[in-house]
């Protein structure tokens, strides 16, 4: 686990240092695949579920699950998220990260840096026992108190010898109350938190793939695989500098 998440996390943040107005998205993504390529990583969207690409890369008002194309060049100010995924030796790391690809001409900073903060102050809640309701409960009330809000419909979630392994906890991002687990200790998850400037779903476009919201809110990701114990997690994919 520590050797897969090791290299999705460097590979997520030298292609967030590598994006650059005017590059398309396949461009990053080849950029992606060749640096976990030198680790001897497999792309896990590719490897467990056929998707056309090797990273997720989203832009703007799509939240997650993007497919990098020759066509969506990246431009000054644009809200881009990177999702990274790879088995290597038979166990998964996933993280992802939105950021700002140089000014901040549409005013995102605050929606990026909360959900920033917010995954951080989850994190901190992480440990063996606890209800996973509550960590939703967190992440739902700290995004309101800055003034956004949760998508509901996107979860962090376990993983191990598969990308979305056992235990299934559903980690959402809103407190669930018919979820009733609790972490386990020496459990592994990624947790993520997609926090949004109004929306609360987002929706399938036509390429099967791309989530996006349908009132044009924008939406940040940030997501870290920690092993869960009785006390603070440890934090697998911690060198991709989020």
């Known amino acids: 686990m520590s050797k897969a998440s090791e290299a999705v996390g460097a590979t997520l943040k030298k292609m967030r240092e590598y994006a650059k107005p005017g590059m398309s998205t396949r461009e990053l993504d080849e950029y992606g695949y060749s640096l976990l390529k030198a680790y001897g990583a497999n792309p896990a969207p590719k490897k467990e579920y056929g998707f056309p690409g090797w990273t997720c890369i989203s832009v703007n008002n799509e939240a997650a699950h993007g497919i990098p194309t020759d066509k969506t060049i990246l431009k000054e100010g644009d809200l881009v998220n990177i999702d990274v995924s790879a088995e290597l030796n038979g166990y998964f790391g996933d993280n992802g990260s939105s950021f700002i690809l140089g000014r901040d001409i ?62 299934s906890y559903e980690l959402a991002n809103y407190p669930d109350r018919f979820n009733r687990k609790r972490l386990r200790k020496n459990t592994v998850v990624a947790l993520e938190t997609f926090i949004s400037t109004k929306a609360r779903y987002v929706y399938p476009m036509h390429d099967g793939w791309t989530m996006k919201t349908k009132d044009g809110s924008f939406v940040a990701q940030h997501e870290h695989t920690l092993i869960v114990t009785d006390g603070y997690p440890i934090i697998l994919t911690g060198n991709n500098g989020i």
């Open 106 to 167: 549409q005013c995102l900073a605050p929606l990026v840096e909360a959900s920033r903060q917010i995954l951080y102050l989850a994190i901190n809640k992480i440990k063996g026992g606890v209800r996973v309701s509550e960590i939703g409960a967190l992440i739902e009330m700290e995004a309101r108190k800055r003034g956004f809000t949760t998508i509901k419909n996107l979860v962090g979630h376990g993983i191990g010898l598969k990308l979305h392994d056992e235990p």
